[in-house]
C-alpha cells in the first residue's frame, strides 16, 4: 500500500504561482510514476503532469510552460510549481502514484483545492 499527502493548495490570484506538494509514504521504494491530476466541477478527472523515478516527465498541453513537476526521490515527495495561473486551473488536485510491479493501478492523494481568481 502507498498513502499520499497533498499539502499547498488554496486561494490565488489569477497570474500569481502556487506550489503543491505529495508526500508518499508505505511502500515507497516500489514507486515508479508520481503526479498529479485536477478535476473541475463538472468535469472528468484529468492528467496535469507525471514523472517517473527516473525523471521522465509528462505534461498536459494546457499546462506547458506553466507548470513545473518534479521529484525528491530521496524524501519521497513529488511537487507541482503552477505559475501563471488561470481561471480554468480552478479545480481539485489530486496526487497519485503507481508501482513498477503495477503500472495501471494507481494510488490517490486526498485531493487539494486549487482557486484562481480572477
Known amino acids: 500500500q502507498v498513502q499520499l499527502v497533498e499539502s499547498g493548495g488554496g486561494l490565488v490570484q489569477a497570474g500569481g504561482p502556487l506550489r503543491l506538494s505529495c508526500a508518499a509514504s508505505g511502500r515507497i521504494f516500489s514507486i515508479n510514476t508520481m503526479g498529479w491530476y485536477r478535476q473541475a466541477p463538472g468535469k472528468q478527472r484529468a492528467l496535469v503532469a507525471s514523472?517517473?523515478?527516473?525523471?521522465?516527465?509528462n505534461y498536459a498541453e494546457s499546462v506547458k510552460g506553466r507548470f513545473t513537476i518534479s521529484r525528491d526521490n530521496a524524501n519521497h515527495t513529488v511537487y507541482l510549481q503552477m505559475n501563471s495561473l488561470k481561471p480554468e486551473d480552478t479545480a481539485v488536485y489530486y496526487c497519485?502514484?503507481?508501482?513498477?510491479?503495477?503500472?495501471?493501478?494507481?494510488?490517490w492523494g486526498q485531493g487539494t483545492q486549487v482557486t484562481v481568481s480572477s
Open positions: 497519485y502514484a503507481s508501482l513498477l510491479s503495477a503500472p495501471a493501478y494507481y494510488y
Open positions: 514523472v517517473t523515478r527516473g525523471g521522465s516527465t
